[in-house]
């Protein structure tokens, strides 16, 4: 009970920042767009139907998951360009031990989990005992990771991963998404964590001022480890999430997510200053590119021009950013 009435005080007093609320009408507005554009082109909407909404939940659901342990590391002021190899690292390594060399997919999937962990473990190392700029130990890792994953399957997809696994990926509670329910799931840990824990607590004050956080007897180096450690967790559970809806893995897969898991967290409010920004909004900010990768697929707009108007989304989001840390 006493559980209970602490959420419920926590979630009634929740009060959605500037940027939150603009992701939220720019989504709304996207969405009765690609709606109004659907029905002139098909003659339909074919936006707003229950089959694609539920696709869109599918198809945002790895990034929402993504975003949320990057914006994690980007509230520290840090980066994590990782994330996307971390991603196919742990799904190459996950689909391996199931399919090639026989193991039961649940062990298979502790250690992809564990592979992301780990390579977290060595960015969050790397940035907070050997001071290396976070830009430049992820950046290694990004390399390490989708190299090792090309070593392991020599440069092919690994197919045939068990049902039990696929159902992760494919399979439906009550109509919804398997995916769409895990990322529900983490995007509210993730909230929690941030919202009323000592540590969620030490990752702002890191990213608002580092030295006056070690002054103040914040540990910084074991936050930073933490954090960097929770985005490499988060991204291979991504990975495995993903190859399981796919039913296999390559080690391509996930190439250039990184940016997209950057600019949902930055569409909704996650400050690349550092010390700003909540999960809901990166979930929001990941919703928000879903559907506007949905609303060009179905509008047949050419794969080339989607990357322009990504590219474009992700200009504006960080100069706004830049802009109100200024004013700040």
Not at 33 to 56: H, M, P, W, Y
Not at 212 to 231: D, E, I, M, N, T
Not at 265 to 292: C, E, K, N, T
Request: one cysteine or more; aromatic letters at 8%; a positive charge.
């Amino acid at each position: 009970m006493l559980t209970k009435k602490f959420l419920w005080t926590i979630i009634g007093n929740y009060r959605f920042s500037a940027p939150q609320i603009s992701s939220l009408l720019g989504l709304c507005l996207v969405c009765a767009g690609l709606s109004f554009a659907t029905r002139l082109k098909a003659g339909a909407d074919l936006f707003l139907t229950q089959e694609n909404i539920l696709l869109v939940l599918r198809q945002v659901s790895f990034n929402a998951i993504m975003a949320c342990g990057v914006s994690v590391v980007i509230i520290t002021a840090g980066i994590d360009l990782s994330i996307a190899s971390v991603w196919a690292l742990a799904s190459c390594v996950t689909a391996y031990l199931s399919v090639v060399a026989g193991w039961d997919w649940i062990w298979a999937s502790a250690i992809g989990l564990l592979i992301g962990l780990s390579a977290g473990l060595i960015n969050g190392c790397g940035v907070a005992f050997l001071r290396l700029p976070p830009f430049v130990a992820t950046l290694g890792m990004m390399s390490i990771a989708r190299g090792l994953a090309e070593v392991l399957t020599g440069g092919f997809q690994i197919s045939g991963l068990p049902d039990a696994m696929k159902f992760w990926g494919q399979g439906e509670i009550a109509l919804v998404p398997v995916p769409a329910i895990v990322a529900l799931v983490v995007v509210l840990v993730t909230w929690l964590m941030l919202k009323v824990t000592r540590i969620g607590r030490y990752l702002y004050a890191i990213g608002g001022n580092e030295a006056a956080a070690h002054l103040s007897g914040v540990p910084v180096r074991g936050v930073k480890l933490f954090a960097y450690s929770f985005s490499g967790l988060l991204s291979s559970l991504a990975g495995l999430l993903s190859s399981a809806r796919l039913g296999s893995a390559r080690p391509s897969d996930a190439l250039g997510y990184e940016l997209d898991a950057i600019a949902s967290a930055v569409i909704g409010g996650v400050s690349l200053m550092g010390g700003q920004g909540s999960v809901l909004g990166a979930a929001i900010g990941a919703v928000l590119i879903g559907v506007l990768r949905n609303g060009m697929v179905l509008l047949d707009v050419s794969a080339f021009w989607q990357k322009v108007v990504i590219g474009l989304v992700i200009i504006i989001a960080v100069a706004l950013d830049y802009l109100i840390w200024r004013r700040r």
